[in-house]
């Protein structure tokens, strides 16, 4: 899986869902990005990063690249900076660490942080 969203039936499901919307429609999706802090930080072990819940993975340039090239234009983005509070945890608890909730939340309160830069 690539980190800039090129595997699979990709093409595909952008196409489908520029047809399936109205004219003046807004798309919202929610997509694990690959370049923060979190993803970056708990490498494999990474919830953020898990088969088959993401298929693909982005960066935001390259999500709103590959929106573009659909006919998609990116209005906002906002980031889902208590996400990372999550994440940290369940990577924790799959590297089976003791203390699991005390390690997730420092990581995650770092991850937290890294939102403010």
Request: hydrophobic share 40%.
């Amino acid at each position: 899986m690539a980190c800039d969203g090129t595997s699979g039936h990709l093409n595909e499901t952008w196409e489908r869902l520029h047809e399936l919307l109205k004219d003046g429609g807004c798309l919202v999706i929610a997509v694990p990005n690959c370049s923060s802090y979190d993803a970056q930080n708990i490498k494999s072990f990474g919830q953020l990063m898990m088969f088959p819940r993401h298929l693909w993975h982005f960066t935001p340039d390259s999500i709103k690249k590959f929106g573009e090239k659909h006919n998609f234009t990116l209005v906002n983005h906002l980031p889902m900076p208590f996400d990372a509070f999550y994440v940290s945890i369940l990577s924790e608890k799959y590297k089976e660490s003791k203390s699991s909730l005390v390690k997730g939340m420092f990581a995650g309160t770092l991850a937290w942080f890294s939102f403010f830069k």
